[in-house]
């Protein structure tokens, strides 16, 4: 790892709107050919952070560079290295697919030689060849996204950027795109930054994950490594007396972060099969329990406190359009 | 970035917009409806009764309601700015390794093909009921809504860059575009007016633009053409610099 080149180096990056710090003090490197995920709930700073590494947004203080340029000194090398999707649609309604990918290579600069290819391949690969002459307006929301990354990543970009790349699509179609996300740009070898609240996506498609609250890094590693600091399986206990239940458990090699929630005793439980029934024969008050396993949901309780999906409710765009039509 | 791709960075834009504005059907509908309404309902009605310097005031409104479709399809233009923000087609352009400059310069053109559109079907319509007197003028007047479209939609996206919601819509309806065009001289001749309302009128770049077209269509000029062209140039440069300002300056 130590011997890549970072495709991305974040230093104490700050954003404020006013009083309100929505990015704080942000520090990351990212290597090259990473797959990185910024996880974390609506309105932790992952869209602000991104934009400001786009050159879209100004920084209040610190520093970035991509590909080894200064976000703020030389923006346009910056915007020439990169391919942004972002979380709204940006893809014009009334073009066609085709007349879509045509503006941005003229926009990007992609050569006039091979650049009428170039747009073919990059319909084909995302399985639009058929539907390139539609205007958009006519394609689903799953469409719109294949357009929008084979737009993002046309001109052989460095680093790409997905912001919440599956926010309001079906769970059919997101596994769709993320085939798309995940194998195109390791032919490339393209480094991806993606914002996501799905844990899972995280979990299954990033090489590594920010976790992200309230304009703050809170963790960074693997998401397997991240998983196994956990140190195992959260097991949440309910008992009239839960003073001596915590004190006993305190004691317990196996339990760790021992800790009250919502009036229930919680601990991370390593080798739960072997242990749960050691903890129960010790523990006689238990009067119910309950067994989560060893998840990068856990992990994401661990440091902020709070479950992903409960401040999750607002959608994505689409979905927020869908509702008001009705 | 070679002069060649700065180019069809600024031709990749400017058909985009073409592109968009003939797809929205309505937007063209609507932009010749209302001058025609003009024309029709009001000069018509007016004109019953009265006449203006010895042509009929539909003919003398003729250059008046040019002007209002230029103007209105202007600062309309500019602030359709607004909605491409609201999704974020705007970002997809701004975050393009493009300057700035050209991305204002194509919607620039774009704008200001819209707006010649319109002005000739305008055209067209006021030769066929003869309110335009030969096609060499309606040539003439073409020419002239270029300058005066470049003038109206750099200032129409100097208004849409720097609005952050459509709610400012009505305010620049109310306090930018009707002064304007009630007093730019669309609708009576501009003499013997009161003293604020001819201070008004001079500051009003659109009244050299409703005299540049009255010379093309009625060959009349109340200030000579010469100080219509200057002033409007002068006004376009002014507004295509302070615009090109604020698209540096965007953010999303």
Request: net charge positive; with cysteine.
């Amino acid at each position: 790892m130590a011997a890549k080149k970072s495709a991305i180096s974040i230093r104490a990056l700050s954003k404020k709107y006013g009083k309100l710090c929505a990015v704080d003090k942000i520090s990351l490197e990212i290597p090259e050919g990473e797959v990185f995920a910024l996880l974390g709930p609506n309105g932790a700073g992952k869209t602000t952070t991104l934009s400001m590494l786009c050159g879209l947004l100004e920084p209040s203080a610190g520093s970035a560079s991509v590909a080894g340029f200064d976000v703020e000194k030389q923006a346009l090398a910056v915007r020439q290295s990169i391919g942004v999707v972002f979380q709204q649609p940006s893809v014009d309604d009334l073009l066609s697919g085709k007349e879509n990918l045509e503006m941005h290579a003229l926009l990007y600069g992609v050569p006039a030689d091979g650049r009428k290819e170039r747009i073919e391949y990059m319909l084909k690969l995302v399985g639009l060849s058929e539907r390139q002459n539609s205007n958009v307006k006519e394609y689903s929301g799953g469409m719109r996204r294949r357009l929008e990354i084979a737009r993002g990543l046309m001109h052989h970009p460095k680093v790409l950027f997905l912001d919440e790349p599956t926010v309001g699509l079906d769970p059919q179609t997101r596994s769709h795109i993320w085939k798309y996300i995940h194998e195109m740009p390791k032919r490339e070898g393209t480094t991806i930054v993606f914002t996501t609240h799905y844990l899972e996506e995280a979990e299954q498609f990033a090489d590594r994950v920010a976790i992200i609250d309230h304009g703050k890094v809170l963790a960074v590693g693997k998401p397997s490594d991240l998983v196994a600091q956990l140190g195992g399986d959260t097991v949440v206990l309910g008992t009239a007396d839960q003073k001596t239940l915590m004190k006993m458990m305190k004691r317990m090699k196996f339990a760790k972060n021992v800790r009250l929630e919502n009036g229930k005793v919680c601990a991370s439980i390593s080798d739960l099969h072997q242990n749960l029934p050691k903890l129960l024969r010790t523990a006689k008050s238990v009067n119910s329990i309950e067994i989560r396993p060893a998840t990068l949901n856990e992990v994401f309780i661990k440091y902020t406190g709070a479950n992903i999906r409960e401040d999750s409710a607002e959608g994505g765009f689409w979905e927020r359009m869908m509702s008001r039509n009705k | 970035m070679s002069n060649m791709s700065y180019f069809e960075s600024v031709y990749a834009i400017w058909m985009r917009e073409i592109k968009v504005f003939f797809r929205e059907k309505e937007r063209v509908v609507s932009a010749i409806i209302t001058p025609l309404m003009w024309i029709f309902a009001f000069g018509g009605g007016l004109g019953a009764s009265v006449a203006i310097s010895g042509v009929n005031y539909q003919q003398f409104i003729f250059p008046g309601i040019l002007s209002m479709a230029v103007l209105f399809g202007s600062i309309f233009y500019g602030m359709y700015i607004i909605w491409d923000r609201k999704l974020d087609f705007l970002k997809a352009v701004l975050v393009a390794p493009v300057p700035r400059s050209a991305v204002f310069l194509g919607k620039m053109l774009g704008g200001m093909s819209d707006v010649l559109v319109q002005v000739t079907g305008l055209l067209v319509i006021g030769l066929v009921f003869s309110f335009v007197p030969s096609v060499a003028m309606a040539l003439l007047a073409i020419c002239a809504a270029m300058l005066v479209a470049m003038c109206m939609v750099s200032l129409g996206l100097v208004i849409g860059a720097n609005m952050k919601s459509p709610e400012g819509f009505n305010l620049v309806m109310s306090f930018v575009m009707w002064p304007m065009f009630l007093s730019s001289g669309a609708l009576f001749p501009l003499r013997n007016l009161p003293w604020y309302l001819d201070i008004i009128v001079n500051l009003n770049p659109l009244s050299y633009g409703v005299d540049l077209f009255q010379f093309c269509l009625l060959g009349t000029t109340q200030r000579g053409i010469l100080l219509d062209v200057l002033v409007l140039i002068g006004f376009s440069a002014v507004f295509i610099a302070v615009g090109t300002k604020a698209f540096e300056k965007m953010q999303v």
